[in-house]
């Protein structure tokens, strides 16, 4: 059993920036593929952005590339999600996901059936 606990959302204003940071347990947290995944007021839950284990393989979604940055931190078990000029629609509560796998097809990375544990969420709210 995998322990995954966001932290970091709050209220921010548009063009703000914001990083979330998800902690995850586990000995072998260096071989896990991450993602961030959210879920707006009355949508369905969507991708945001994923990174393998070596940090070499990235995906983000169309509406925060540029804007938002993945990175990990092996040693902290930790993966941080970076948001720049967000926008109102960023608002949305923000799932940290894991597959405890090292080897993850590229193409499922942004899958959220591919992930076996999720945390909570952490609310991010942009107010224009």
């Known amino acids: 059993q995998v322990q995954v606990v966001e932290s970091g959302g709050g209220w921010v204003q548009a063009g703000d920036s914001r990083r979330l940071s998800c902690a995850a347990s586990?000995?072998?947290?260096?071989?896990?593929?991450m993602g961030w995944f959210r879920q707006g007021p009355g949508k369905e839950r969507e991708f945001v952005a994923a990174?393998?284990?070596?940090?070499?393989?990235?995906h983000y979604a169309d509406s925060v590339k540029g804007r938002f940055t993945i990175t990990r931190d092996n040693a902290k078990n930790t993966v941080y999600l970076q948001m720049s000029i967000l926008r109102p629609e960023d608002t949305a509560v923000y799932y940290c996901?894991?597959?405890?796998?090292?080897?993850?097809?590229?193409?499922?990375?942004?899958?959220?059936?591919?992930?076996?544990?999720w945390g909570q969420g952490t609310q991010v709210t942009v107010s224009s």
């Open positions: 990174i393998n284990w070596s940090s070499d393989t990235r």
């Open positions: 996901a894991v597959r405890p796998q090292r080897i993850t097809p590229a193409q499922i990375m942004g899958v959220s059936s591919a992930y076996n544990y």
């Open positions: 586990g000995r072998t947290f260096s071989f896990y593929t």
